[in-house]
């Protein structure tokens, strides 16, 4: 299976096994009612850190799913998660904003982490990019299937991630539109790992340095 398989639209879904996150969430609001966001991605990721001692997982990896995977939970109890394929609109309403929310299932409610790829650096259009983490989640669409969702995120100079891209499959076609924050148009990410340009036809293939991916997390817990 190719490492940007994880795009692909399927019937049956893509995670391999659960991670603490329920766990560590249930146990930090039975000491703390009123425990912060933050305070909860923490704890998850001192779960993870604490549990990768054995290990060679990348700390950022590491780290960067603990806070993701808490924020996909606690956006799911909430009705916070964004479901672009449920949205008739381009603008990113949570689910709990959708008319059909009490109907929704539990696999179109939370954005499933799938995967975090690691890449040091690439180029498109004459602008570069340098530490970038390619977060593939997927999410049950109307249809019943699963489909992407991808956020881009690299380190600032504090150390902190930071957000500056995210897409989806608009157009059911099999790429990802990706609205990344240096563009004022779209770029297509394909399964075979590749970014393009629509204005100039320029492509650019993505090198993966490293990965993590749900499987892995969840064999920390074994």
Not at 99 to 115: G, Q, T, V
Not at 167 to 174: A, E, I, S, V
Request: proline content about 3%; hydrophobic content about 35%.
């Amino acid at each position: 299976m190719g490492d940007f398989n994880s795009l692909l639209k399927t019937k049956v879904s893509k995670k391999r096994g659960s991670s603490n996150v329920s766990n560590v969430y249930r146990q930090a609001k039975m000491k703390h009612k009123d425990i912060s966001l933050e305070e909860l991605q923490e704890l998850n990721i001192n779960d993870l850190l604490e549990k990768n001692k054995k290990n060679k997982i990348d700390t950022n990896l590491l780290s960067l799913w603990g806070m993701l995977d808490m924020k996909s939970f606690i956006d799911a109890r909430t009705g916070n998660t964004i479901n672009p394929y449920f949205l008739n609109t381009k603008k990113l309403l949570p689910i709990k904003d959708l008319p059909d929310y009490i109907s929704l299932p539990d696999a179109a409610r939370i954005l499933n982490l799938i995967d975090i790829k690691y890449i040091k650096n690439f180029e498109l259009e004459g602008i570069s990019f340098y530490n970038v983490f390619l977060v593939t989640y997927e999410i049950l669409d109307k249809h019943n299937y699963f489909r992407p969702y991808i956020t881009l995120l690299t380190l600032n100079k504090d150390n902190e991630f930071v957000e500056f891209g995210y897409g989806y499959d608009t157009n059911d076609n099999g790429n990802v539109e990706l609205f990344i924050s240096s563009y004022n148009y779209l770029v297509y990410l394909t399964s075979k790992g590749t970014l393009h340009s629509p204005l100039s036809g320029k492509m650019t293939r993505l090198k993966i340095f490293d990965i993590l991916t749900c499987e892995q997390v969840a064999k920390l817990y074994k």
